[in-house]
């Protein structure tokens, strides 16, 4: 049986919630917050610095960041998608400032509102300026997989992101399959290609449920090449407002009990998920989320 601790970063308040139709109080999602880490949770992306009239649903980032207070051995990430963001974000005292560019040019235009190159000449000194104000960082790379709207995702493609990153000093890269696409063999390509120039330790990998593969095999092909960073979210809930046909989150009810089965600790209290799935339906109008389809 294999062993060792692996780090869930929970993403239901941040990427969970960002499409959802019904905008959740800041409240909601302060008590949300508080119960994750009543569960265990240490790391939690909370929040985003987009525009709020792109994403309505984080237009309160600094009241929840406020509300869910700095506290000993919690990490808040908070999403950063260019200098407006950054300046709001180093207003608060957020500990994880993640910036996102897509290894889809067709995707980064619709999410950033400017091409991947445009991104990557313009990314490197809002890391180090973020590095300069004491902020750990985490450079994501969205559909490092697969896109629904430009199609296949060349390794070097993501490869181009990750270096860039790598070169701005972040302290790690994820790889987000953002709309569900990757298959065994297209993760693997993939993840051959970055693994030759980063170590696991350095890199997290951030899925969404697709209906081509179970989604447990691209986890245990992670476990397998060594990389123990995984996102999820509570009942799988999001999605992305900026790619037709983006699948729910990797649903943490389901990575808990796989992880646990096969020796590694999470710190997570799995009991308490399903508590936190009524409350987060109940913050949605739409009763228990524990139920729902997402995948």
Request: hydrophobic share 40%; with cysteine.
């Given at each position: 049986?294999?062993?060792?601790?692996?780090?869930?970063?929970?993403?239901?308040?941040?990427?969970?919630?960002?499409?959802?139709?019904?905008?959740?109080?800041?409240?909601?999602?302060?008590?949300?917050?508080?119960?994750?880490?009543?569960?265990?949770?240490?790391?939690?992306?909370?929040?985003?610095?987009?525009?709020?009239?792109?994403?309505?649903?984080?237009?309160d980032a600094e009241r929840?960041?406020?509300?869910?207070?700095?506290?000993p051995g919690v990490q808040?990430?908070?999403?950063?998608?260019?200098?407006?963001?950054?300046?709001?974000?180093?207003?608060?005292?957020?500990?994880?400032?993640?910036?996102?560019?897509?290894?889809?040019?067709?995707?980064?235009?619709?999410?950033?509102?400017?091409?991947?190159?445009?991104?990557?000449?313009?990314?490197?000194?809002?890391?180090?300026?973020?590095?300069?104000?004491?902020?750990?960082?985490?450079?994501?790379?969205?559909?490092?997989?697969?896109?629904?709207?430009?199609?296949?995702?060349?390794?070097?493609?993501?490869?181009?992101?990750?270096?860039?990153?790598?070169?701005?000093?972040?302290?790690?890269?994820?790889?987000?399959?953002?709309?569900?696409?990757?298959?065994?063999?297209?993760?693997?390509?993939?993840?051959?290609?970055?693994?030759?120039?980063?170590?696991?330790?350095?890199?997290?990998?951030?899925?969404?449920e697709g209906a081509a593969?179970?989604?447990?095999?691209?986890?245990?092909?992670?476990?397998?090449?060594?990389?123990?960073?995984?996102?999820?979210?509570?009942?799988?809930?999001?999605?992305?407002?900026?790619?037709?046909?983006?699948?729910?989150?990797?649903?943490?009810?389901?990575?808990?009990?796989?992880?646990?089965?096969?020796?590694?600790?999470?710190?997570?209290?799995?009991?308490?998920?399903?508590?936190?799935?009524?409350?987060?339906?109940?913050?949605?109008?739409?009763?228990?989320?524990?139920?729902?389809?997402?995948?």
């Amino acid at each position: 049986m294999e062993s060792g601790q692996v780090t869930l970063v929970d993403v239901t308040l941040r990427d969970g919630l960002q499409d959802q139709p019904r905008v959740v109080s800041t409240e909601d999602k302060v008590m949300l917050a508080e119960l994750l880490v009543q569960a265990g949770y240490r790391e939690l992306e909370v929040t985003s610095f987009m525009r709020p009239d792109w994403i309505p649903q984080t237009a309160d980032a600094e009241r929840v960041l406020k509300g869910f207070s700095s506290r000993p051995g919690v990490q808040r990430h908070v999403l950063v998608p260019n200098r407006r963001g950054l300046d709001r974000a180093l207003t608060t005292d957020a500990e994880v400032l993640t910036f996102v560019i897509s290894a889809s040019t067709a995707h980064n235009q619709r999410n950033l509102n400017r091409t991947t190159d445009e991104s990557l000449a313009q990314v490197a000194p809002l890391i180090e300026e973020a590095k300069r104000a004491g902020k750990w960082v985490r450079g994501t790379v969205s559909t490092a997989f697969g896109c629904t709207i430009q199609g296949p995702i060349a390794p070097n493609a993501v490869w181009m992101v990750v270096d860039r990153y790598l070169e701005a000093g972040v302290d790690q890269v994820c790889l987000a399959d953002t709309v569900g696409l990757a298959t065994p063999k297209g993760f693997n390509e993939v993840m051959e290609r970055v693994l030759d120039g980063l170590s696991p330790g350095m890199l997290g990998l951030h899925l969404h449920e697709g209906a081509a593969v179970s989604i447990l095999t691209i986890v245990q092909q992670a476990l397998d090449m060594g990389l123990r960073v995984f996102d999820s979210a509570i009942a799988g809930l999001g999605g992305c407002p900026f790619a037709p046909g983006a699948k729910g989150n990797l649903k943490a009810e389901r990575l808990i009990p796989y992880l646990e089965a096969r020796g590694f600790a999470t710190g997570i209290d799995s009991g308490q998920l399903p508590t936190i799935a009524l409350t987060l339906g109940m913050a949605l109008g739409d009763g228990p989320l524990v139920t729902r389809r997402t995948s």
